[in-house]
């Protein structure tokens, strides 16, 4: 595979975590959710041949911990088959070319999120202006130019299916980005959300740190598009998903998470949509 990949220049640790960091949670045999500071990530599991992908990956600088993780699941001679990205943000590939050089495997994302991983288009500055709490602040900290994996990175297939995960299917969830996929498993209605809804109140920094649960939008300073963030949403609840992980916050299902995704779409621009900032458009919050 091409070696020739390269993060941004802006690309550095970021000192922020959380009481769930280096915690994984067992949701299914199959699933495992596993936080890295402030962030999840989820490993799925073929029963039948022990075979994983890895979903998302982390934040800068946390290969060793990724490789760590998936070497205690499934042995050091185990690597995964693939690895799928919900979307291209940070905290979602800091440590993709670390762990493509190590293991040698295909990336997959949505083909709206190509020119974001291939160096050749950088997502729109955070929005340090957005109502919320200090994360929201110190969201010029992070890193924001695009990371370049060259033909390292594939498009997801059209049809809706993902290599590696038979039983899954994606869905284009735009809103905090124009190429944010989801992953649903209609057989469980297992649903693996990425940013286009959280469980837990991303801006504020106590929050972030206690990880409160409670159902929210997509994390604010970097979310461009309301209405589209709505609309995915309402995509999501209309699956009826039993099991949700999200990219921030812990896991939720059942019940709660029923109750809690009507809520959100019913209440959605006072949950979800901040009352101001560069990226709130009016007409985009009907």
């Known amino acids: 595979m091409d070696q020739d990949m390269n993060y941004g220049n802006d690309y550095k640790y970021i000192p922020v975590t959380s009481v769930g960091n280096g915690k994984g949670i067992e949701l299914l045999p199959d699933l495992l959710c596993y936080t890295i500071q402030v962030v999840n990530m989820c490993l ?17 600088k946390s290969a060793e911990e990724i490789i760590s993780t998936t070497e205690k699941y499934f042995g050091e001679n185990n690597r995964p088959n693939a690895i799928i990205l919900t979307h291209g943000h940070f905290d ?36 340090t202006t957005v109502e919320g709490g200090m994360v929201s602040k110190l969201s010029f900290i992070f890193p924001n130019e ?27 969830t735009p809103g905090h980005t124009p190429g944010h996929v989801s992953l649903f498993r209609k057989k469980d209605r297992t649903l693996i959300a990425g940013d286009a809804f959280t ?46 992980v999200t990219g921030h916050g812990l ?36």
């Not at 991983?117 to 955070?126: A, F, H, I, Q, V």
């Not at 019940?255 to 458009?281: M, R, W």
């Open 44 to 60: 799925v599991r073929n029963l039948d041949t022990n075979d994983f992908v890895l979903v998302d990956a982390g934040m800068p």
């Open 92 to 127: 979602h590939v800091g440590a993709v070319i670390d762990l493509v050089k190590h293991w040698k495997i295909p990336v997959y994302a949505h083909e709206l999120e190509i020119p974001y991983l291939t160096g050749k288009k950088s997502y729109p500055e955070p929005d």
């Open 199 to 244: 469980t837990v109140k991303q801006e504020y920094l106590y929050k972030v740190l206690t990880q409160k649960q409670e159902i929210s939008g997509p994390p604010r300073y970097l979310t461009t598009d309301w209405k589209a963030a709505k609309e995915s949403v309402i995509k999501l609840q209309a699956l009826k998903p039993a099991v949700a």
């Open 251 to 286: 896991p939720m299902s059942g019940e709660l998470l029923t109750n809690s995704l009507q809520k959100l779409i019913k209440d959605f621009e006072e949950i979800a949509v901040p009352d101001y900032g560069k990226y709130v458009n009016p007409k985009n919050n009907n």
């Open 146 to 172: 695009p990371i370049d994996l060259g033909d390292n990175v594939r498009p997801l297939p059209f049809n809706g299916t993902i290599p590696h995960m038979p039983d899954f299917k994606w869905i284009h």
